[in-house]
T-cell receptor, first 113, second 114 residues
Framework: RKEVEQDPGPFNVPEGATVAFNCTYSNSASQSFFWYRQDCRKEPKLLMSVYSSGNEDGRFTAQLNRASQYISLLIRDSKLSDSATYLCVVITVPNNAGNMLTFGGGTRLMVKP | NAGVTQTPKFQVLKTGQSMTLQCAQDMNHEYMSWYRQDPGMGLRLIHYSVGAGITDQGEVPNGYNVSRSTTEDFPLRLLSAAPSQTSVYFC?????????????FGSGTQLSVL
């Protein structure tokens, strides 16, 4: 089982739709969680952190469910510019300094006019 | 600030050739790392460094070497390229005193090994 799993999609939605992605993680010791956005052939960029109590940034809402070990990303009022791949990133206390980040495979979103 | 600069952006190699992917950052970050990204696999850590003179292996280190002689530079060497190393490579850096919200990626190197 992968440490961090995402539905690869693609999710094809019309403009204005609400869409939600889930990401499950296997290590219950995971401490921090992020959503990154990656445009085609570009580097990943931080979209938002995910806090225990849930958090919102404009049209984007992130939630964490520790009991079921998943995080979610909700996008309201989808825009064409939201078309991208969304990567789930989980940070676990490491046994070394570098290998803390585990990336999911990404979920591709395509917003259609 | 240029941030994290990777060169080249594209490279085609023949099996058995060697090459070096360059990564430089001008933010005085102690942590630097190399990832590879394959379709549907997410980013996987190849090697990382917590400071000049210190490097360690990540999840998929075989076939790659790194060195960190300066804080700014963290080159990734492919010793004898194989088709399995066809991938997109990203370098990243971070100040250990900052959270992961301040992880900076380079723009990537797309490598094809024929």
């Amino acid at each position: 089982r992968k440490e961090v799993e995402q539905d690869p999609g693609p999710f094809n939605v019309p403009e204005g739709a609400t869409v939600a992605f889930n990401c499950t993680y296997s290590n219950s010791a995971s401490q921090s969680f992020f959503w990154y956005r990656q445009d085609c052939r570009k580097e990943p960029k931080l979209l938002m952190s995910v806090y225990s109590s849930g958090n919102e940034d404009g049209r984007f809402t992130a939630q964490l469910n520790r009991a079921s070990q998943y995080i979610s990303l909700l996008i309201r009022d989808s825009k064409l510019s939201d078309s991208a791949t969304y990567l789930c990133v989980v940070i676990t206390v490491p046994n070394n300094a570098g290998n803390m980040l585990t990336f999911g495979g990404g979920t591709r979103l395509m917003v259609k006019p | 600030n240029a941030g994290v600069t990777q060169t080249p952006k594209f490279q085609v190699l023949k099996t058995g050739q060697s090459m070096t992917l360059q990564c430089a950052q001008d933010m005085n970050h102690e942590y630097m790392s190399w990832y590879r990204q394959d379709p549907g696999m997410g980013l996987r850590l190849i090697h990382y460094s917590v400071g000049a003179g210190i490097t360690d292996q990540g999840e998929v280190p075989n076939g790659y070497n790194v060195s960190r002689s300066t804080t700014e530079d963290f080159p990734l060497r492919l010793l004898s390229a194989a088709p399995s190393q066809t991938s997109v490579y990203f370098c990243a850096s971070r100040n250990p005193r900052d959270g992961y919200e301040k992880l900076f990626f380079g723009s990537g190197t797309q490598l094809s090994v024929l």
